[in-house]
């Protein structure tokens, strides 16, 4: 099963205000709609929501499956099985595992992968 990472809203950032405001990340909210769209992905998708406080990294389970260069949200970690749906040259490769933080990749996959809605950009 392919895994979503994405970052809980409500989220400090202390490297970008001393307030303590609150945070939500653009391009989670932005597929959130998608799964609101698109209930049946939540069954097709091991999501995982990243809550943290203050935005610190590394990320560990992110890491542990692509390691440190790419372990922000939302990140797209494909299962094995389907690299051979996709084109790899869009996603970002880990050793053996294919994935994607760029949310225009994670819904076009979803879309062709998934029979999720098509988006309309």
Do not use: W
């Not at 932005?30 to 049946?40: A, N, S």
């Not at 610190?56 to 440190?68: C, T």
């Amino acid at each position: 099963m392919d895994i979503l990472f994405l970052l809980s809203p409500g989220f400090t950032d202390s490297a970008r205000d001393h307030e303590g405001k609150r945070y939500y990340c653009p391009d989670c909210a932005f597929l959130e709609g998608v799964l609101g769209c698109c209930p049946e992905l939540r069954t097709r998708l091991d999501i995982r929501y990243v809550d943290y406080v203050d935005f610190p990294r590394p990320r560990r389970e992110i890491v542990q499956l692509v390691g440190d260069a790419h372990q922000g949200c939302p990140n797209l970690i494909l299962d094995p099985a389907n690299h051979r749906f996709v084109d790899a040259s869009r996603f970002h490769k880990a050793g053996d595992r294919l994935h994607a933080t760029d949310t225009r990749v994670i819904v076009e996959y979803l879309a062709e992968r998934d029979g999720a809605l098509v988006p309309h950009f």
